[in-house]
Nanobody
């Protein structure tokens, strides 16, 4: 059983930056896949970015060039650096991991981009 705890959300003005963190625990071995998803009101949850344990990354087109996903395997933590934030980035952001055939989700952290 993997537990994921997100932090770092908040209110930011358009053009600003935030850094989200997701700390994993309960895994005996390295988690191959970790990612960030988001869900805006009235919309489906969508992939923002993911990263594998060997550092391969993938981004949604809407965040390419603005967001950067990274991980610290020693700390069992994944990060999402979000720059040049837009109002349309407003959503609840969820950390996700896929570990030995099971999906795990964090509780979510709210990101609001507004002036």
């Amino acid at each position: 059983q993997v537990q994921l705890v997100e932090s770092g959300g908040g209110l930011v003005q358009p053009g600003g930056s935030l850094r989200l963190s997701c700390a994993a625990s309960g895994n005996r071995y390295s988690i191959y896949y970790m990612g960030w998803y988001r869900q805006a009101p009235g919309k489906q949850r969508e992939l923002v970015a993911h990263i594998t344990s060997d550092g391969s990354t993938n981004y949604a087109d809407s965040v390419k060039g603005r967001f950067t996903i990274s991980r610290d395997n020693a700390k069992n933590t994944v990060y999402l650096q979000m720059n040049s934030l837009k109002p349309e980035d407003t959503a609840v952001y969820y950390c996700n991991s896929y570990y030995y055939g099971a999906n795990y989700w964090g509780q979510g952290t709210q990101v609001t981009v507004s002036s």
